[in-house]
Nanobody
Framework: QVQLVESGGGLVQPGGSLRLSCAAS????????MAWYRQAPGKTRELVAA???????NYAGSVKGRFTISRDNAKHTVHLQMNSLKPEDTAVYYC??????????????WGQGTQVTVSS
C-alpha cells in the first residue's frame, strides 16, 4: 500500500505565502509525474501545477508567476510554494502522484487533501 501525506495548509491573509508538502511512502519503488490539484466549494477539481521526474513543470494560468512546484526524487516528495495568495486560491489542495509499486505496476494515487484558506 502506498500513501501520499500532505502538510502545510492553513489560514493566511491575502498577499501571504504558504508552502505545501507531500510525501509518498509505502510499498513503492519510484514516482514519475507528481502534481497538485485543488477543489473549491461548488467547483470541479483543477490542476494547479505538475512536475515530471526530470523536472519539467507546467502551471495553471491563474497561478503562474505566483506558485512554484518542486520535488525531491530521492525522498519522493513534492512541494508547492504559494506566494501572493488571493482569496480565490481558497480550496482543498490535493497531492497526486504516479507511483511504481513494488509489484512493478504504475498506479495513480491521491492524498487526503489539505485546506488552504486565504482571508483577511
Amino acid at each position: 500500500q502506498v500513501q501520499l501525506v500532505e502538510s502545510g495548509g492553513g489560514l493566511v491573509q491575502p498577499g501571504g505565502s504558504l508552502r505545501l508538502s507531500c510525501a509518498a511512502s509505502g510499498s513503492m519503488l519510484d514516482t514519475n509525474r507528481m502534481a497538485w490539484y485543488r477543489q473549491a466549494p461548488g467547483k470541479t477539481r483543477e490542476l494547479v501545477a505538475a512536475i515530471t521526474s526530470g523536472g519539467r513543470t507546467n502551471y495553471a494560468g491563474s497561478v503562474k508567476g505566483r506558485f512554484t512546484i518542486s520535488r525531491d526524487n530521492a525522498k519522493h516528495t513534492v512541494h508547492l510554494q504559494m506566494n501572493s495568495l488571493k482569496p480565490e486560491d481558497t480550496a482543498v489542495y490535493y497531492c497526486n502522484a504516479d507511483v511504481r509499486e513494488t509489484s512493478g505496476r504504475w498506479q495513480d494515487y491521491w492524498g487526503q487533501g489539505t485546506q488552504v484558506t486565504v482571508s483577511s
